[in-house]
């Protein structure tokens, strides 16, 4: 165990410098967008004067090197500056957006996850019988639709024909879970619709990868029901490949939710992140990727120590 | 007395006598005392004032689309459709475009000019306050002007006031502007989104960052690409402002907003997705509001760069364009078609006898060879953040050019940066304009030769001979005259398409009621249904 | 008879999904029962054990090739092409009625699939190019090495896909090969991890020690030992990725940085018309039907490959 201790410490350490890196690259990117910060604010509205008073205002004269370490000093000790555009502390405006986004997030997650897992295992099972056939078509058609026209399609259906839940997903700190988890259920269930196919196919695959094995082939052999072969023999050396796919998607559930954010007004990190990119509003940007980044980092990490924990030949290197 | 004048005071009387501020007596006195004979005050009192009977309370919720997080309280800065939306309902301005489109006062009461046009007084509403009470006073309006002017200000209407010299009190409620020349247009400018009145520092600044103001609504919460929270401000000077409380909501997708207001969790939404119009239509319970307005989609192109340096080569471009169908496909029949002069029917001095030019593809091949080409290649960029649609059009009117053999390649630019970087930049661009009250604000800003928005580097003499002497004009019929021959110039000679006129299309719930009259200076009454408009039932 | 009128309309929906299907299967079969007779010697056997869905697959995505390719001979009418008035309801000159700007819905969908498909699948096979290579060499090598060559990944994944490429589409202008390039960019690390991952599973086995023993080179290794026992993870992924790419072509058009207009794509088409759809409208179907037609046929051929790579008798 001593191993996957050292291994975590080690994987910490890199994850800090891809943060480093990452926010280099950001700065960089930002800095290369067209346009400038006091271009974007002042929009239709710029000219010559006014772009260089708001420049100034800014800061924007300064040389880009030192704008970058100025902003890094503060990151370091956990001060991510305030917004350029609306003067507010970035780690104000940002927290409860991310609290919205885990619990979303999170929301999506308990209901995927097993979903996909178990529906794995069973298509692997009933593998090519209708069954599987028709698990299949349904989840690949899925995801194979937009996903904000998949929130438009519940939204017709569970919220305009039938008024079962709202059609937008406002929330505030101060509702009642209940309530909250009633208001949120569309986007988590685009979100699901939107996840479980890539995790069952994956599951499906890594097992039937596995049943032509020689020690499945044995189990076969002594009379083992096919469902206890999988469950007993398939899955625990399958868990490498679909706990990758899971970590991936449980990183995209953090991450990559925009477009549902967007399609039922949900106040998540998501948009905050696009109008700061549009507005070129440089430490904003910054941190929303750097906590895009250090989710990403993390779920990576307990991925591989899965992994490493579900393999033991990883286990125990000769 | 002008006609313009007396309209005004026509509209400023209904606009009273609607909200209840004014019995019918008062009504037929004041109306005759402008001019109105008995019988036609009587006849404008029973049509247009007693169909409308407000009622007070309630929470009206608006979806506004074009909210983002990035907004921010400093007038300055104002430039999303949210912003305009709030600042309308929590702040007030000097003057007001009433529902009938004339000029009517807000903070202001009333206004006058020296003869030359160059010195403004504006008197001020002696029983104005602010959110927390303090009073309203010339030092804060002064305060709040020079917020857009001088060195320092970061402010995108600082060239709105290029011409003021000095913003002087007179007491405690009265203000005089000073102008290097003649404007008889100021009042109108006042009615401008950026210039809200604002609580003055001691340092003559202004408190912007606390989003206080005087308007009819306070702020309860704010948050901004989410949502706000407003009560009735008690103190508010005017009559109106029916509702108890107002919230916006942000709702930037168009599908979101759609099904918000069918679904009833807002009553009102400030832009109505145009593909699903008709179908939205045919709701009962639904009223979609469809309202012509000044706001024009323009095609500049550099006239002081090859192909387009040669007149026949923009007008084969103005004869090669399909106005209607444009109008048909792009904006589904919800706009008026244009003829290449930046002025809408809507506004004052609009021409009425000029001839739109028609789709004409044989004449703009002849153009075209004329000036010496038998083929054209050119690209026209567009963004679908402008307008949606943008970029469609842009197809379409390529289908069209290509009849008369030129070819138009049509480039999707990145929604992103699209004003800092293809705007005034490219050669041939897409461009939507909000609307300007008069044609002077419109041409100073866009077509004047040295203007800094000047899109299409258009340089005509005569042009701004003309708009010079029209800017210090206060005789109605001259000035509609140059108008007049400004129009046929800029659509003759000038360097910019203009196919349509957009209107605005927002929609409510039925319970939601309104004058019969609504502005057509912005979404949702000039953005003003916060205070004019009411629960019916 | 009153009670059954109610029940009419689901009546006819399902004997419609089961006419279809029914057409499908008999389709499969006649396909399958063709390529039999058509293909030469160890074709024809390989065919004539396929179940149908992995020969209703190869149809449609035979169909969908012949469509793309031969494009501009298939089409009724020219992908820009304006010939009827705004959603123009579906006539004999018009299959499928007519898009908001009166253009022929069937057209731009037949064109539709020589762009999105095109762009999809280069971008795909550039990302597993890349991706695979690199995660087979880190894992054979190991080291630092593999070192490098994760972290460098973890930096990409890291980035949200669609902030990406926002970002580098903003900066280097949206052309179709800048939009490869960069799908491909953000897809390669995901396949580096999975082929890393697998292939980690598969190099700690005591065959490639024992290869390595015999002194192998690395290039042997990775072809003859690693890559046919991990490819079928892969093939799985290949198959899904290549569809997400419609996804993610979607998503940036939802951002304003798809494919150049008047070009006809998929993903914006349904984009263009998507709320359409909350009236019951089907406009947006059209083209969303296509991308989850052509997933399903890919992924049921994939199935078919994995059953045979995996060496499954029952």
Known sequence: MLDVFSIVAKRLGFGLITLLVISLIIFIAVELLPGDIAQAVLGQGATESNLAALRAELGLNDPAPMRYFNWLKGAVVGDFGVSLVSKESVTDSITPRFVNTLMLALYAAVIAVPVAISLGVLVALFRNTLFDRIANVLTFTSIS?????????????FSVKTGWFPSIATVSPEMPLFERLERTFLPALTLVLVVVAHMMRMTRAAIINLLASPYIEMAKLKGTPAWKVIVRHALPNSWAPIINVVALNLAYLVTGVVLVEVVFVYPGIGQLLVDAVSKRDFPVVQACSLIFAATFILLNLAADVGSILTNPRLRHPK | MTDHLKREIKEALIRDAKTGSMSRRQFLTYS??????VSAASGLWTSDVSAATPKQGGKFRIGVHDSNTSDTFDPGTYVSVGQIQLSHTHRSYLTEITPENGLGPDMATEWSATPDAA???????ENATFHDGRKFTAKDAIASLNHHRGESSTSAVKSLLDSVVDIKADGEYTIVIELNQGFADLPWVMTDYHFVMLPAKDDGTIEWESGIGAGPYKIVSHEPGIGTELVKHDGWHREGAYFDEIQFITLNDPNARQTALITGEVDSITSVDLKTMALMQRNPDILVDNIPSGSAITLPMFTDQAPFDNVDVRLALKYAIDRDELVEKIMFGTATAGDDYHVSPGMPYAPTDIERRPYDPDKAAFHLKKAGLSSLDIELSAADSVLPGAVDMCVLYSEQAKKAGINIKPVREANDGYWSDVWLKKPFVFVKWGARPTPDQMFSIAYKDDAPWNESHWQNARFNELLLEAKAELDDTLRAEMYHEMCQLARDDG??????????????NKNIGHGEAVSSAWENDGARSAHRWWFAS | MEFLHGWMPAFMVLATIAGVLLAAVAMSWLFRALLVWVLPGEGSKVMRSAPLTASFGLFVIILYALAGIFAPWVAPYGESEVIASSFAPADDKMLLGADQLGRDMFSRVIFGARNTVGIALIATSLAFLMGATAGLIAATRGGWMDQILGRFADVIMSIPSLIFSLLLLSIFGTSAFVLIVIIAVIYAPRVFRLTRAVSGDVVVMDYIEAARLRGEGLWYLIRKEILPNSKAPLIAEFGLEFCFVFLLIAGLSFLGLGIQPPTADWGSMVRDNA??????????????????????????????MLYRSSGLKD
Do not use: C, H, Q
């Not at chain 1, 639709?145 to 259906?157: A, D, Q, R, T, V």
């Open chain 1, 145 to 157: 639709s937009p996903e904000f026209f998949l929130g438009y399609i519940l939204i017709l259906y």
């Open chain 2, 32 to 37: 005759m005392a402008a001019g109105m004979s």
């Open chain 2, 119 to 125: 010195t403004w007084t504006f008197k001020l509403a």
């Open chain 2, 495 to 508: 360097g910019t398409v203009i196919p349509f006129f957009a209107n605005f299309v927002y929609a409510r």
């Open chain 3, 275 to 304: 709320t359409l759809i909350s009236f019951g409208e089907i406009t947006p179907l059209i083209p969303a039907a296509a991308i989850s037609l052509l997933t399903v046929a890919v992924n049921f051929v994939v199935d078919w």
